[in-house]
């Protein structure tokens, strides 16, 4: 099919409190999907982590909206960033009001907007497996693993566990040698230094694999980091803070093989998509 001119699309930061931290998402609210390869070109010329494509489903059925993520290298299965942005779109315009369910090929994902301008995402909790850490994985990360999970199917990360904050903040890793470890990416994190600043993990996430050397906030990321944490630091509701240069926070709450997500996000550009 072809597409339409000016189609508004918007980039949207999301698990951030202010304009310029967090994680940018393209969001593109569609009549229907076009073709994957305009997808795909679109999400390349947005040039950031992912793009959020949706487009309203007919009422009654068991989703409201269709969702689909694309990095600026390919279509993904699941991303907590780019539907935070999505959902912080639909609120912010009048499209939706309330619950929002979306179907995606990890299944229906639910948003919540709140009084106070913070939104929840209901996802799947990733399955961990623990799992023997990989030969060369110490090398490519500059660290080594104290422990090492798979995340199962629909992420497809390692969740490699390290020393301590310090270790985390500090990594410089070869992006190409780590892009041979796992099947999306790698997810390394340690236990806050001092919970007391408002956080109970650390996390950072890279994944040259998909075309991102590091993803500044991961929220499908945190289904996997909320069971791991929650059953070392015995608590259920937990912040984490992803430690990358742009930085954010996500609050998990695990509900067995559903992990809540929660944050902000802010609308940074709004323009017309003319090709």
């Known amino acids: 099919m072809t597409t339409s001119p000016r189609k508004r699309i918007r980039i949207v930061d999301a698990f951030a409190e202010r304009p310029f931290t967090g994680n940018p998402a393209g969001v593109l609210l569609l009549d229907s999907f076009p073709d994957d390869a305009w997808l795909q070109q679109v999400a390349t010329e947005v040039n ?29 299965d699941l991303c907590g960033h780019a539907t935070l942005a999505l959902a912080h779109v639909l609120h912010t315009t009048g499209t939706a009001e309330g619950t929002v369910r979306f179907a995606t090929r990890a299944g229906v994902l639910v948003s919540t907007s ?13 399955p961990l497996t623990a799992t023997a850490a990989p030969d060369g994985i110490a ?17 497809g990360d390692l969740l490699v566990e390290l020393a301590d904050e310090k270790t985390v903040r500090a990594l410089t890793p070869d992006h190409r040698a780590l892009a041979r470890h796992s099947e999306r990416g790698i997810i390394a994190t340690a236990r806050a230094e001092d919970p007391a600043r408002g956080y109970d993990f650390v996390s950072r996430g890279f994944f040259p694999r998909v ?11 945190h289904t996997a980091l909320a069971p791991f944490w929650s059953a070392r630091l015995g608590r259920t509701d937990l912040t984490g803070l992803q430690a990358s240069p742009r930085s954010g926070l996500v609050r998990t709450e695990l509900r067995g093989d559903r992990t809540l997500l929660t944050g902000r996000a802010v609308t940074v550009i709004e323009g017309d998509l003319l090709a």
């Open 48 to 76: 950031h982590a992912e793009t959020a494509f949706a487009h309203p489903l007919a009422p009654g059925g068991d989703a409201d909206w269709a969702l689909r993520w694309f990095t600026p290298a390919t279509e993904v």
């Open 114 to 126: 709140h009084a106070d301008g913070t939104l929840t995402l209901d996802f799947p909790t990733a």
């Open 139 to 155: 090398e490519a990360l500059g660290a080594e693993p104290l422990s090492v999970y798979d995340t199962g199917p629909h992420t």
């Open 211 to 221: 075309g991102i050397d590091e993803d500044p906030v991961t929220g499908s990321a």
